[in-house]
């Protein structure tokens, strides 16, 4: 099936430490989605992009909507304690009614 | 605040043993959906129901079953669990289908990591 190709799989930063993390595909996406899954728990939306060059912000979370339709790409700023967890992309392909997910980013703070 | 709950956080079975897993929901969603999550393979979609009564198959139905008698609940059932079907088990519902927008999103339960020996 289809895939998103996201990376990297985890992360070991410094708290204060910026963040980034992609997702790619080879096919075209019309809404791009950043979920947030903190350990013990299930997914939650972050952000929702809706067209082709958008920006988003979310506190210390933007997000980026890729000019070609097929990647996205997800910065923190100045990362904290809670911000550890798993970050996933997701999506509809234009060709798929249905949402494709990443594999996920795991982002684990060093003390 | 929205909720959906799932029956066990923690399931251990045998080999062969039957084995459901229940999910609801309380905001009336027409959409619910059952989701497995291992390590690098990110969420699959198993199952999901669109309505009482109907189902569609996601992409790894092999191995499992549904059933969606009324509209907050929807189960999943491994008829013969095996170990390869150990992982964990999420279940989400949202109002739209797809469920992209802040106000409309998927809305998931915390998981049931299900250990099959």
């Known amino acids: 099936g289809q895939q998103l190709n996201q990376s990297p799989q985890s992360m070991f930063i410094q708290e204060g430490e910026d963040v980034s993390m992609n997702c790619t595909s080879s096919s075209i996406f019309n809404t791009w989605l950043w979920y947030k899954q903190d350990p013990g728990e299930g997914p939650v939306l972050l952000i929702a992009l809706y067209k082709a060059g958008e920006l988003t912000s979310n506190g210390r979370l933007t997000a980026q909507f890729g000019i070609t339709r097929k990647d996205s790409f997800l910065n923190i700023s100045a990362s904290i304690p809670s911000d550890v967890g798993i970050y996933f992309c997701?999506?509809?392909?234009?060709?798929?009614?249905?949402?494709?997910w990443g594999a996920g980013t795991k982002l684990i703070i060093k003390p | 605040d929205v909720k959906v709950t799932q029956s066990s956080r923690y399931l251990v079975k045998r080999t062969g043993e039957k084995v459901f897993l229940e999910c609801v929901q309380d905001?009336?969603?027409?959409?619910m959906f059952w989701y497995r999550q291992d390590p690098g393979l990110g969420l699959r979609l198993i199952y999901f129901s669109y309505d009482v009564k109907m189902k569609e198959k996601g992409d790894i139905p092999e191995g499992y079953s549904v059933s969606r008698e009324k509209k907050e609940r929807f189960s999943l059932i491994l008829e013969s669990a095996s170990t390869n079907q150990t992982s964990m088990y999420l279940c989400?519902?949202?109002?739209?289908?797809?469920?992209?927008?802040?106000?409309?999103?998927?809305?998931f339960g915390p998981g049931t990591r299900l250990t099959v020996l």
């Open positions: 997701a999506g509809p392909p234009d060709s798929n009614y249905q949402l494709i």
């Open positions: 989400a519902s949202s109002l739209s289908f797809l469920g992209t927008r802040p106000t409309d999103t998927q809305y």
């Open positions: 905001m009336d969603h027409e959409n």
